[in-house]
C-alpha cells in the first residue's frame, strides 16, 4: 500500500505564491519520478512539472516555465511546487504523481487525492 498525501493548496491574488508538498509513504522500494498534474473545470488533466529523483532532472509546462519551480527531498520521499508569479489560469485542482517500485517489484502509478489552488483576479 502506497499512499501519497499533499498539502498547501489555497486561495491567493493574482501575482501571489504558493508552495505544494506531496509525500510518498508506504511499500517504496525506490521512486523513478514525481511530478504534478492539474486538472481544472472542463478542462482534461495536464502535466505541470516532474521530477526524476535519482538525477533531480526537471520538465516544465510551458505556460509555468520560469514561474514554478519543482524540487524534491530524496530522504523524505516528498516534491514540492514551488508556485510564484500565480495567474487565474492557474486555478484547478492539483494532483500528485509517483511512478515508483513498490516491495515486490512492480512498477505502479499513484495519485495524491488533490488539492485546489484558487488565483483570483
Known amino acids: 500500500q502506497v499512499q501519497l498525501v499533499e498539502s498547501g493548496g489555497g486561495l491567493v491574488q493574482a501575482g501571489g505564491s504558493l508552495r505544494l508538498s506531496c509525500a510518498a509513504s508506504?511499500?517504496?522500494?525506490?521512486?523513478?519520478?514525481m511530478g504534478w498534474y492539474r486538472q481544472a473545470p472542463g478542462k482534461q488533466r495536464e502535466l505541470v512539472a516532474s521530477?526524476?529523483?535519482?538525477?533531480?532532472?526537471?520538465s516544465y509546462a510551458e505556460p509555468v516555465k520560469g514561474r514554478f519551480t519543482i524540487s524534491r527531498d530524496n530522504a523524505k520521499n516528498t516534491v514540492r511546487l514551488q508556485m510564484d508569479t500565480l495567474k487565474p489560469e492557474d486555478t484547478a485542482v492539483y494532483y500528485c504523481?509517483?511512478?515508483?517500485?513498490?516491495?515486490?517489484?512492480?512498477?505502479?502509478?499513484?495519485w495524491g487525492q488533490g488539492t485546489q489552488v484558487t488565483v483570483s483576479s
Open positions: 504523481n509517483a511512478e515508483l517500485w513498490d516491495y515486490w517489484g512492480r512498477l505502479r502509478d499513484y
Open positions: 521530477i526524476l529523483l535519482s538525477s533531480g532532472s526537471t
Open positions: 508506504g511499500s517504496i522500494r525506490s521512486i523513478n519520478t
